[in-house]
């Protein structure tokens, strides 16, 4: 059983004080308020941080004031067959054209790997030229029925632009995924496994996500 477990694949990029978050935002702070060396029955810790640092997902209401919360969104958004489109050779942003060749009809949840997984992650501080999602994507997606998107980065949209990526998904109920790594999983189809922390009438929240490759069993 234990050789079946290679085929999970972590996606999730980890949340400490170190996580590249969007600037302006305050850092991710984790603290003891129960330690073993001073007394305490236990190590007991908590952390403060924001919903949309680390890997995390959005909902309509991130962006619109009558837009669903987390926990108006059915568990299945975050979990299914997803595919994983190498966009690695786009400079500037994923736009219509580099889906021009794949079937997203087939699809429901739809995960893009670029250079931001193969490079910029592995800097220590914010790279502001990321690759983003253009809106001609994001409408082709619409119209296709894709419901779930997925970007190895902050955000979707680009750095100081206006927010047409987020608006034009979420408006229409396709929720996001953010900042997860592609950096080791190949082109192709798998079972998304995103799970976020159970959250009530929030704008997002931090998660878990991993990939199973085909021929994955437990």
């Known amino acids: 059983m234990i050789e079946q477990y290679d085929k999970i694949i972590d996606i999730s990029i980890p949340l400490w004080e170190k996580t590249i978050i969007y600037p ?20 007991a810790g908590g952390m403060k941080h924001g919903l949309h640092h680390g890997t995390h997902i959005d909902v ?3 962006f619109l004031d009558e837009g669903k919360k987390f926990d108006e969104i059915p ?18 942003c ?29 800097r220590s501080e914010f790279v502001p030229e990321f690759i983003y999602l253009d ?14 998107v997925g970007l190895d980065y902050i955000t979707v949209d680009p750095f100081g632009g206006e927010p047409a990526a987020h608006m034009t998904l979420l408006k229409n ?11 080791d999983v190949d082109p192709g189809e798998y079972y998304l ?26």
């Open 94 to 122: 994923i736009h219509a054209g580099t889906l021009r060749d794949i079937s997203l009809e087939q699809y429901k949840k739809i995960l893009f790997k670029t250079k931001n997984s193969l490079d910029y992650y592995s």
């Open 24 to 43: 302006g935002d305050p850092p991710p702070e984790y603290h003891l308020f129960c330690e073993l060396k001073t007394g305490g029955v236990a190590n």
């Open 135 to 148: 809106k001609s994507a994001c409408d082709l997606m619409v119209e296709k029925g894709v419901k779930t």
């Open 193 to 218: 496994m995103c799970l976020p922390l159970k959250m009530m009438g929030t704008d997002g929240a931090n998660a878990r996500a991993v990939l199973l490759q085909k021929g994955f069993s437990v």
């Open 173 to 183: 109920e396709v929720c996001i995924i953010e900042c997860i790594n592609l950096k």
């Open 75 to 92: 568990l299945t958004t975050w979990m299914g067959p997803a595919l994983v489109v190498d966009a690695t050779d786009e400079e500037k």
């Open 60 to 62: 309509p209401y991130h």
